[in-house]
């Protein structure tokens, strides 16, 4: 470490590298997303329902492990502990590829061609789903293994390299790594697809990951530790608290014996968090999840160029919009003097009323394709700067070394909020697709009235989520 008066700005390649990697864990969660329509259906004669149980499943299983990866985060070190989370994702990922070949081997079938000439009762395994359900239900446990570490790590590591007044805008640069991998995605991951197989697509996209943690090894080092930071930057990293730099020797004895997974529920700040997730996490994970879908069935797939625009002017409007989810607060603390929790719950207010607009999607959907995709896109950018914020609430309440713990409780609640919002879209658009005209909601018929009942929900649910976080820590109170 060097003695300067001019600070280094490597926190800030930090972030870089938390936005890098957060881009490649959405990649990876799209590719399923935008090729299961157009290219995956048609092999294995999937419906709603088929592909709704795989990405409920992915939800569960990422929420159960979220609960053990940021305990896991903050014993292992966010060095370790973040190469093994990204290592683990992308093996999940490409192991997609994989899927078909089994499939056809196991039934005894010579191509790939001849599986998709069987009739689906055909093709019925075990428990009422088809063998091609269950092997992708298996790569994504994987993958959600992997990727339910990347979010305490990097919440983490944001708290290590950042003061409070700065988290929420490192944590809204890093978070929109979420945005720019849904961006980028469309764009890439369709052609790949057309062009080398949609078993390819996974392989590529997922092999990012392995390049992403060999640049992790030489980027990161703790603060105090770090080569290419000076004591100038390190200051300004402890300035709000004055505290000493916690040592790897502190950590382990905190989090080990004084500060276990029970003990985290017996603090109305952990409540307050996990309701923020619980309501909102779905919202975002349906939009991940169904937007290809829903504009497919607006007459305009992946496969098509104002298909693959929609999905990139969607993702465009969340990147720009949900940006200043972290200038917000910080103008509310440095211009306004307020303490950063009541600057962050300020911030969240506003951006709650932003996902209203989505339970106007469906009926404008009739007048042109392109005003759902711009009330989604900023439903979506409200649920970012929504998030970013409420990633940093675990910094202004909760000590360092106990944050990625309590990112995973949370998450485990997020989680268990999309495992039931994909779960039942899934189930309720096949119902409703079934009964046609017979289904209606709000002057909605048929499966365009599930969407309608889904986007009611996701407009709502941001408002309830504030006021109950607002009910349970009215006033900055930190964990000591």
Same mark, same amino acid.
């Given at each position: 470490?060097?003695?300067?008066?001019?600070?280094?700005?490597?926190?800030?390649?930090?972030?870089?590298?938390?936005?890098?990697? #957060? #881009?490649?864990?959405?990649?990876?969660?799209?590719?399923?997303?935008?090729?299961?329509?157009?290219?995956?259906?048609?092999?294995?004669?999937?419906?709603?329902?088929?592909?709704?149980?795989?990405?409920?499943?992915?939800?569960?299983?990422?929420?159960? $492990?979220?609960?053990?990866?940021?305990?896991?985060?903050?014993?292992?070190?966010?060095?370790?502990?973040?190469? !093994?989370?990204?290592?683990?994702?992308?093996?999940?990922?490409? /192991?997609?590829?994989?899927?078909?070949?089994?499939?056809?081997?196991?039934?005894?079938?010579? &191509?790939?061609?001849?599986?998709?000439?069987?009739?689906?009762? =055909?093709?019925?395994?075990?428990?009422? @789903?088809?063998?091609?359900?269950?092997?992708?239900?298996?790569?994504?446990?994987?993958?959600?293994?992997?990727?339910?570490?990347?979010?305490?790590?990097?919440? +983490?590591?944001?708290?290590?390299?950042?003061?409070?007044?700065?988290?929420?805008?490192?944590?809204?640069?890093?978070?929109?790594?979420?945005?720019?991998?849904?961006?980028?995605?469309?764009?890439?991951?369709?052609?790949?697809?057309?062009? !080398?197989?949609?078993?390819?697509?996974?392989?590529?996209?997922?092999?990012?990951?392995?390049?992403?943690?060999?640049?992790?090894?030489?980027?990161?080092? +703790?603060?105090?530790?770090?080569?290419?930071?000076?004591? #100038?930057?390190? =200051?300004?990293?402890?300035?709000?608290?004055? %505290?000493?730099?916690?040592?790897?020797?502190?950590?382990?004895?905190?989090?080990?014996?004084?500060?276990?997974?029970?003990?985290?529920?017996?603090?109305?700040?952990?409540?307050?968090?996990?309701?923020?997730?619980?309501? #909102?996490?779905?919202?975002?994970?349906?939009? @991940?999840?169904?937007?290809?879908?829903?504009?497919?069935?607006?007459?305009?797939?992946?496969?098509?160029?104002?298909?693959?625009?929609?999905?990139?002017?969607?993702?465009?409007?969340?990147? $720009?919009?949900?940006?200043?989810?972290?200038?917000?607060?910080?103008?509310?603390?440095?211009?306004?003097?307020?303490?950063?929790?009541?600057?962050?719950?300020?911030?969240?207010?506003?951006?709650?009323? @932003?996902? $209203?607009?989505?339970?106007?999607?469906?009926? /404008?959907? &009739?007048?042109?394709?392109? /005003?759902?995709?711009?009330?989604?896109?900023? %439903?979506?950018?409200?649920?970012?700067? !929504?998030?970013?914020?409420?990633?940093?609430?675990?910094?202004?309440?909760?000590?360092?070394?106990?944050?990625?713990?309590?990112?995973?409780?949370?998450?485990?609640?997020?989680? /268990?909020?999309?495992?039931? $919002?994909?779960?039942? &879209?899934?189930?309720?658009?096949?119902?409703?697709?079934? @009964?046609?005209?017979?289904?209606?909601?709000?002057?909605?018929?048929?499966?365009?009235?599930?969407?309608?009942?889904?986007?009611?929900?996701?407009?709502?649910?941001?408002?309830?989520?504030?006021?109950?976080?607002?009910?349970?820590?009215?006033?900055?109170?930190?964990?000591?």
């Amino acid at each position: 470490m060097t003695s300067t008066n001019k600070m280094s700005n490597y926190r800030w390649v930090i972030c870089a590298m938390l936005f890098l990697a #957060t #881009t490649i864990n959405y990649m990876d969660r799209q590719v399923l997303s935008l090729t299961w329509a157009d290219f995956i259906k048609p092999e294995f004669q999937w419906n709603d329902d088929d592909y709704g149980t795989i990405t409920s499943f992915f939800s569960i299983f990422y929420a159960v $492990i979220s609960l053990f990866a940021g305990k896991f985060i903050d014993w292992m070190g966010t060095r370790k502990g973040y190469i !093994w989370a990204i290592v683990v994702w992308s093996l999940g990922a490409c /192991l997609h590829a994989g899927c078909g070949w089994v499939a056809v081997r196991a039934e005894g079938l010579s &191509s790939v061609d001849e599986f998709m000439l069987m009739d689906k009762a =055909a093709q019925i395994s075990l428990m009422g @789903l088809t063998l091609s359900v269950w092997l992708f239900i298996a790569c994504r446990m994987i993958l959600a293994v992997g990727e339910a570490g990347n979010f305490p790590a990097a919440i +983490k590591v944001t708290a290590e390299f950042f003061p409070k007044k700065d988290r929420a805008l490192a944590t809204s640069i890093f978070n929109s790594g979420a945005s720019i991998g849904a961006l980028v995605a469309p764009l890439t991951i369709p052609v790949l697809a057309k062009q !080398w197989g949609w078993e390819m697509s996974f392989v590529i996209i997922g092999a990012l990951g392995f390049v992403w943690a060999g640049l992790w090894l030489f980027a990161y080092d +703790k603060p105090t530790d770090c080569r290419f930071m000076n004591e #100038t930057e390190l =200051a300004y990293i402890n300035s709000d608290d004055g %505290a000493a730099p916690v040592s790897d020797e502190e950590d382990k004895t905190f989090v080990a014996g004084d500060f276990s997974i029970i003990d985290c529920f017996m603090y109305r700040q952990t409540w307050a968090f996990i309701v923020g997730k619980l309501l #909102t996490d779905g919202v975002w994970w349906f939009f @991940l999840f169904w937007a290809p879908a829903y504009f497919k069935e607006l007459g305009f797939p992946v496969t098509t160029f104002t298909g693959q625009m929609l999905i990139f002017v969607l993702y465009l409007i969340v990147t $720009i919009v949900s940006i200043f989810g972290g200038y917000l607060p910080k103008y509310f603390v440095e211009q306004k003097g307020m303490e950063p929790y009541a600057g962050r719950m300020r911030a969240m207010l506003i951006f709650a009323f @932003l996902p $209203i607009f989505a339970m106007f999607a469906q009926p /404008l959907a &009739s007048y042109s394709v392109w /005003l759902p995709c711009v009330i989604i896109g900023l %439903a979506g950018a409200g649920h970012q700067a !929504w998030s970013a914020n409420l990633y940093s609430t675990i910094g202004d309440m909760f000590p360092k070394r106990a944050i990625a713990t309590i990112t995973g409780i949370g998450t485990l609640f997020g989680g /268990l909020c999309s495992f039931a $919002i994909n779960k039942c &879209s899934g189930m309720l658009f096949t119902y409703a697709e079934s @009964l046609g005209a017979d289904f209606s909601f709000f002057g909605v018929v048929g499966k365009p009235a599930g969407y309608m009942m889904i986007f009611c929900y996701c407009a709502v649910a941001y408002l309830v989520a504030w006021f109950i976080m607002k009910a349970l820590v009215p006033k900055y109170k930190p964990i000591e």
